[in-house]
Nanobody, 114 residues
Framework: VQFVESGGGLVQPGGSLTLTCAAS????????MRWYHQAPGKEREWLAT????????VYEDSVKGRVTISRDNAKNMVYLQMNNLKPEDTGVYYC????????WGQGTQVTVSS
């Protein structure tokens, strides 16, 4: 199993980013997928989930209305569109299937700062 996250970077408050996760080593369409956020000095926390067919999603309260999770089962990819970014969104973002698999990917760093 492998997860490769990308798309992070430095962005100003109010800006947008789209994160990408390439998954491999398992039957992608058999699993719900999740994004997680690890703020500096804190534990990794769940952020968003998308169902296997991609028809439904659930979000952590702090990102509702600002973040959209999506997936492409033909490409084994999951995405996280983030808008109106805030400094507290800074951190490393990871994807994983649910239930989660080991190992986790390296994540992608997002820094929101002026």
């Amino acid at each position: 199993v492998q997860f490769v996250e990308s798309g992070g970077g430095l962005v100003q408050p109010g800006g947008s980013l789209t994160l990408t996760c390439a998954a491999s080593g398992f039957t992608f369409s058999d699993y719900a997928m999740r994004w997680y956020h690890q703020a500096p000095g804190k534990e990794r926390e769940w952020l968003a989930t998308i169902t296997r067919p991609g028809t439904s999603s659930v979000y952590e309260d702090s990102v509702k209305g600002r973040v959209t999770i999506s997936r492409d089962n033909a490409k084994n990819m999951v995405y996280l569109q983030m808008n109106n970014l805030k400094p507290e969104d800074t951190g490393v973002y990871y994807c994983n299937r649910f239930p989660p698999a080991q190992p986790w990917g390296q994540g992608t760093q997002v820094t929101v700062s002026s």
